[in-house]
């Protein structure tokens, strides 16, 4: 089965599939009209039918004269016996042979010879002869070689499907990101609750704290803050006051805003990611297995050496029984059951080994294609960064220490849920510092805080609060704000008495650890660096300057996120995009490798080929160097199993014939079981690939 057949389909979300369905036509790539089959629902129809086939084979392989000989026993015989063998395998045959006769009408259709027509000649053969073989005196039947074949293929097509099975529910989760309904304002002042769906332009909603902006608009009325991390990129929340604009989806913080409604419905920005996101999925390349293209190759092979098989022996002996068992032996070992298995196999081992080390794998072709990358583009924030604000800095006045002003901060946000308030508490609890009692708190809209401590006023807030009450800082404040300001590090002020500023704090979004590692393996594997950000010229330089990045791309939409990668490929370079946001969605779509971090949301999770779920950015290089020895374990079974055809091919043919060596049936049987041992122990091998 090839691969684009089955990535093509279940990325376009067509219903499982409960019966093996006729091929449906649409347009192809590159113009071409080419017949497809639905492949969403076939892990689960592979899984049951290599089950119910397995048990009906146990049986066939019992009464096998030729296993009863190998093993030397003697099979119950009683009235009926002989028929078992012949019913069950006929029965094998149609249930689990009938997926490979359907989907190799496909290939067949599409001109592409592949693992299922060369499964679908090799059983055929075996069965039409083996049915024959009951009533033709001096042949042998090859139930057994039948039902085993079937079995083994049946096995490695469900184990694929598992590996590449791939819910396509990016455009779902960024729906979700839309509320269902919105509050209307009326002509007379009131509020009415409509589906979004009947919002117009120029309509005004009021947008409550916590409630989702419903449509693209303006705001008219109030000020708050409101969270704009996942279509911006931005870990901080921004101040939105009248004349401000807001994005549809994006989750209002502290303040109630009305809102005059600019754009609704498939002309939003959150509308146009889905559509980026859907063009992208849709532009994802048509890339064979490698086992598909040996199958394609074997096809033709095979069906060359039973001519040059049949003519041969016509000519030596004439026409006969013989004649005829030599030429589907050729065809029955032209589909080793070793070449079903050999990257089935690894991509078994490969997915529960990444998963091991805290990668999931969603589409196995990405997985592929990763040991090939030159260039991995980085989302900044959530991805290098944690993705919120931390305390990076902090300067004090002569008469107070850092315990002192931390412990005064914090318990003047004591209350506050803001992400400025969550990083001034985190960095007083890691300082184990005191925090004194705190009254008379006051919210000071666009200004800060304010409360009460030890009788003193205390106010905690930025720029606007010093030019509010005309403060100055002194020469060493003044100087540590300044150098914050050049690293795009925002400054928070703790004043007393609305005179002096006693400390200075400055915070950031806090690079990981583990990003410092990740840049320099990434570069010690020749493989280039991007950071891409919806942040400004200051913070991306700051942070790529840091970490030593090769180019970064800051104040970007998310529209442009996308048109970065295409640039990029447009260069000619192999791109993985490794991000956490909504913003990031059509860009992990659009990379020939997606990345999601795992904490990230679940639209990016879902537009992701590779989902690292611990978080950590140090598995980027841990993927490609799993992917560098699963695609060297597949090129070393492909090989084993292709090159068993080598040998077996002009054996079965009868090359060796005049010296009295002849291959039979049972033992290319043999020799197709050995096979399938090697392809398996060396597929295992791959458990013990050094990824630190």
């Known amino acids: 089965m090839s691969e684009h057949s089955i990535r093509d389909e ?9 019966t093996d369905t006729p091929p449906t036509h649409r347009p192809g790539d590159s113009g071409d009209d080419i017949a497809q089959t639905d492949h969403s629902g076939h892990e689960e129809m592979f899984r049951r039918r290599f089950w119910i086939s397995l048990a009906l084979s146990i049986p066939v392989i019992v009464f096998s004269e030729f296993i009863q000989d190998i093993f030397n026993y003697t099979a ?46 090799a059983i055929t053969v075996a069965f039409v002869y083996s049915l024959a073989s009951l009533v033709l005196p001096g042949t042998t039947p090859f139930f057994w070689e039948l039902v085993t074949l079937i079995d083994i293929m049946l096995l490695g097509h469900w184990m694929e499907m598992r590996s590449v099975r791939q819910a396509s529910g990016a455009l779902d989760e960024l729906a979700k990101l839309m509320p269902d309904t919105a509050e209307r304002v009326t002509e007379g002042g009131d509020t009415e609750e409509v ?40 870990s901080r929340p921004v101040d939105k006051d009248p004349g401000s604009e807001v994005v549809a989806g994006t989750v209002n913080q502290d303040g109630s805003l009305r809102v005059r409604v600019t754009t609704t419905g498939e002309e939003t920005t959150l509308a146009g990611i889905m559509r980026l996101v859907d063009e992208a999925q849709q532009s994802k390349s048509r890339t064979q297995l490698l086992a598909d293209q040996a199958a394609g190759w074997l096809f033709y092979v095979a069906l060359g050496v039973a001519a040059l ?8 002996t004439g026409f006969d029984i013989m004649v005829l068992e030599r030429v589907v032996t050729v065809l029955v070992i032209a589909c080793p ?17 990444a998963a091991q080390n805290g990668m999931l794998i969603r589409d196995r072709i990405a997985m592929e294609e990763s040991r090939n990358l030159d260039t991995v583009m980085f989302d900044k924030t959530g991805t290098l960064t944690k993705g919120e604000q931390g305390v990076v800095g902090v300067e004090t006045a002569e008469d107070w220490d850092e315990a002192r002003a931390f412990g005064v901060a914090a318990a003047v946000e004591g209350d506050s849920e803001h992400m400025i308030a969550r990083a001034i508490r985190n960095a007083a609890d890691e300082r184990d510092v005191d925090r004194p ?33 005309d403060i100055e800082r002194s020469e060493s404040i003044t100087s540590f704000a300044e150098e914050a300001g050049a690293n795009a590090q925002t400054v928070i002020y703790l004043v007393r008495e609305e005179t002096d500023v006693v400390a200075a704090f400055a915070l950031a979004d806090v690079i990981r650890e583990e990003s ?24 991306a330089a700051a942070v790529s300057e840091e970490l030593d990045i090769d180019q970064y791309f ?50 990016a999770i879902e537009s992701g080929d590779i989902i690292l779920v611990e978080n950590n950015p140090l598995d980027v290089m841990r993927l490609v160097r799993l992917s560098k020895a699963s695609y060297r374990k597949m090129q070393e079974n492909l090989v084993w199993a292709t090159g068993y055809n080598v040998f077996a091919l002009p054996l079965a043919a009868g090359v060796l014939a005049p010296i009295g060596i002849l291959l039979s049936p049972a033992v290319g049987a043999v020799f197709m079981s050995l096979s399938t041992i090697i392809v398996a122990i060396n597929a295992r091998r791959l458990r013990g690939v050094d990824l630190s």
């Open 516 to 539: 410092h590692q990740t840049i320099r393996a990434l570069h010690d594997m020749d493989i280039e660096v991007a950071m891409i950000t919806g942040d400004s010229e200051d913070v």
């Open 554 to 603: 800051a104040e970007v939409l998310p529209e442009e996120k996308d048109q970065m990668v295409t640039q990029l490929q447009e260069e000619g370079k192999l791109v993985a995009m490794v991000g956490d946001g909504v913003n990031d969605a059509p860009a992990l779509t659009r990379a020939d490798v997606g990345i999601a971090i795992g904490s990230g949301t679940d639209v």
């Open 76 to 121: 119950p015989v009683f009235p009926g016996s002989e028929w078992i063998t012949p019913i069950l395998s006929v029965v094998v045959f149609a249930y689990g042979g009938v997926p490979f006769l359907s989907m190799a009408r496909t290939e067949l259709e599409n001109r592409e010879p592949g693992m299922m027509m060369l499964i679908s000649l």
């Open 337 to 353: 059951h070793a070449l079903g298995l050999a990257v089935p196999l690894v991509v078994a081992i490969n997915t529960s080994t």
């Open 309 to 316: 098989t049949l003519v041969g022996w016509v000519i030596a």
């Open 437 to 469: 009692q705190v009254s008379e708190f006051e919210n000071l809209r666009g200004l800060g805080v304010r409360a009460t401590v030890d009788g003193t006023t205390v106010h905690l807030g930025g720029p606007n609060l010093l030019r509010k009450f």
């Open 195 to 234: 589906p979004i769906d009947e919002l117009t332009e120029d309509d005004v909603v009021l947008v409550r704290p916590g409630a989702s902006v419903p449509a693209d608009g303006e705001v008219i009325e109030g000020e708050s803050s409101v969270d704009e991390s996942m279509i911006t990129g931005e």
């Open 10 to 18: 279940t990325e376009r979300g067509n219903e499982p599939a409960t």
